[in-house]
């Protein structure tokens, strides 16, 4: 199972219209909130996403939402690949602060005694 992401709300869809009221819509994820631009994008003037500090993060009169939506995509996932700077004695590429290499690993038990 994918995990997922919610902000109880946080997110709101803002859909402006030249004939009629704004409208705001509260969506529990930015999944929702980009589906909900799809369906309403092409029957409003503007639509807009606005995250939970009340920065708008996504304008239809800037950008597509397909596009906006693989850029926000990307920015998630190398989110979540962060890994901590681990500078190796030894050089080894494959070497983490999480996941040290052989070599580290020896160091460390070494360093016990």
């Known amino acids: 199972m994918e995990p997922t ?4 709300g946080s997110i709101t869809v803002r859909l402006l ?27 409003v003037t503007v639509a807009k996403i606005v995250d939970r500090d009340g920065a708008v993060v996504f304008t239809s009169a800037e950008m597509d939402i397909d596009d906006w939506e693989s ?19 030894y050089d080894d590429i494959s070497c983490f602060a999480d996941d040290l290499c052989v070599q580290c690993q020896i160091d460390n038990v070494r360093d016990q005694y």
């Open 71 to 89: 850029v926000w995509q990307r920015e998630k996932r190398s989110l979540s690949v962060h890994v901590e700077a681990y500078d190796c004695p």
């Open 5 to 8: 992401e919610e902000y109880d």
């Open 17 to 43: 219209d030249d004939d009629a009221e704004t409208e705001e819509i509260d969506c529990a994820s930015y999944e929702r909130a980009i589906e909900l631009v799809r369906e309403r994008q092409h029957s």
